[in-house]
């Protein structure tokens, strides 16, 4: 069984603050002492007079600037050393003492270096207090009231954070959509977005951070409805474009939207922005595959490849579809491309074998290739499935079976489930064979390979319905 090739993810970044030197030499300026021949710079070689014995001095008293001179130098020699926590002690005890904010900033980082949310937080209202107009600490205050939950807390800041972002309310929306991380309730995220972002409601970016925050937050109809929300307000803007391509891929996987209807919003997208042609071709022939319309999905991948020549991700979609038709011929010569752009990509690999092995050719080639694959990912059920039946096209049922018990209790997949019904069917497990394939009916009762099956064998699945 083909599966689809692997999504990358792309990490988020977080700016550095300067060195902490930098902070000595602004509390430090302008502390330069007289020399005992006088001013700096202002010296003479006359000799000193005697001065009459006068009253002593009062004892020297430190200031709270000395003090936090004092922490910084401990800060500093305790980072160098790689003693993180006792810098962090000693930048807080520091922070309280000066007004220099660049102080609470560096607490700040070292906190969230350490992972020490509490002190990141007092770090953070620190710097709020010396710094009132600034966004950076409303922001970070915000991030941090998400990961323990505080929906209230977090609309606050984050609300004061995009009014007094120093550009626009879009471009703070786009800071919150970097930084938006894993960590915390993702509804509570949610919702305290979908909140901030009505107080905008003409603001793209606003709606395209909801979006994001839906999908981590597995609301995939949500999501669809903030991408095409922003979509609308900004039709040319291609993250837009790109947020809700992402949107209406997985609502259709999730059935949480209807064929027709994504398939009309992928027809919009392709009108506004011609540049993401390529990648809607992409997204509706696999909603069109996988809703088993192979002419239509062949088509749509072909489109997509008269814009984008050689495309893996489209060679890889029309050879499926292909397959599915029982174009064998074409279905071969698109994988054969994407291997040879590929030639270790464990899905590719598998597929080309599979559909060897499918179609009866060159079994021999077939053994190889999903062996190959298999050595890359051992357990895949995919894999285990493809081995499973190229052994049942090869007469060897009992190594069939064996394969395809161990795919189908780790994915109980219709295609799957069709397969090890048939082999079990042709060991004489008749009632053993109807059971499975029942259970792969509950996984996908519209699946082509499993239809297909049942109607060779004379099943009628309408009992289990």
């Known amino acids: 069984m083909p599966p689809l090739p692997p999504s990358r993810a792309r990490p988020a970044r977080c700016r550095r603050l300067g060195p902490p030197a930098l902070l000595l030499g602004g509390l430090l300026a ?137 550009g626009t309310p879009g471009q703070a929306f786009l800071q919150l959509i970097g930084l938006l991380g894993p960590s915390g309730d993702p509804e509570v995220a949610l919702r305290t977005l979908s909140d901030l972002a009505e107080a905008y409601p003409e603001v793209s970016e606003a709606h395209r951070a909801v979006a994001v925050a839906a999908e981590r937050a597995d609301g995939p109809a949500r999501a669809l409805a903030a991408a095409e929300r922003a979509f609308r307000l900004a039709p040319s803007d291609r993250e837009a474009g790109k947020t809700l391509l992402r949107a209406v891929s997985r609502a259709r996987r999730a059935d949480a939207v209807a064929l027709e209807a994504a398939l009309a919003t992928l027809q919009r997208l392709r009108e506004a922005q011609p540049e993401l042609r390529p990648q809607a071709a992409l997204v509706e022939g696999e909603i069109l595959r996988r809703a088993g319309r192979l002419a239509e999905a062949e088509a749509a991948y072909g489109r997509g490849l008269a814009e984008a020549p050689g495309d893996v991700e489209l060679l890889y979609g029309r050879g499926l579809a292909r397959a599915g038709r029982g174009e064998v011929d074409g279905a071969l010569a698109d994988l054969r491309r994407v291997l040879e752009a590929e030639p270790d990509a464990a899905y590719v690999l598998n597929a080309l074998g599979y559909t060897l092995a499918d179609s009866g050719r060159d079994l021999d080639r077939a053994r190889e290739l999903i062996g190959r694959a298999l050595e890359a990912e051992p357990d895949n059920p995919a894999f285990l499935d493809s081995q499973g039946w190229l052994l049942y096209r090869e007469g060897r049922l009992a190594e069939a079976r064996e394969r395809l018990e161990r795919a189908f209790e780790q994915q109980p997949h219709a295609e799957i489930g069709a397969h090890l019904g048939e082999v079990l069917w042709e060991l004489g497990e008749r009632e053993r064979a109807r059971a499975v394939w029942q259970r792969a009916y509950e996984q996908g009762p519209e699946h082509r390979v499993l239809r297909e099956t049942l109607e060779r064998y004379g099943v009628e699945p309408d009992a289990w319905q």
């Not at 001013?39 to 006068?54: I, K």
């Not at 003090?67 to 790689?82: P, S, T």
């Not at 002690?89 to 000066?98: G, I, P, Q």
């Open 30 to 166: 302008g502390c330069a002492g007289l020399g005992p021949g006088g001013p700096a710079g202002g010296g003479t070689d006359t000799p000193a007079r005697p001065e009459a014995a006068g009253p002593e001095p009062p004892p020297w008293e430190r200031t709270d600037r000395d003090r936090a001179i004092q922490h910084l130098l401990a800060a500093e020699i305790a980072a160098r050393r790689g003693q993180l926590d006792r810098a962090l002690e000693a930048y807080l005890a520091a922070m309280a003492l000066t007004p220099d904010q660049r102080v609470a900033e560096r607490a700040v980082e070292l906190s969230l270096v350490l992972e020490d949310e509490g002190r990141a937080r007092a770090a953070a209202q620190r710097w709020r207090e010396l710094a009132p107009e600034q966004a950076e600490a409303y922001q970070l205050l915000g991030l941090l009231a998400l990961r323990r939950g505080d929906g209230e807390a977090a609309r606050q800041a984050l609300g004061q954070a995009v009014e007094r972002w120093p």
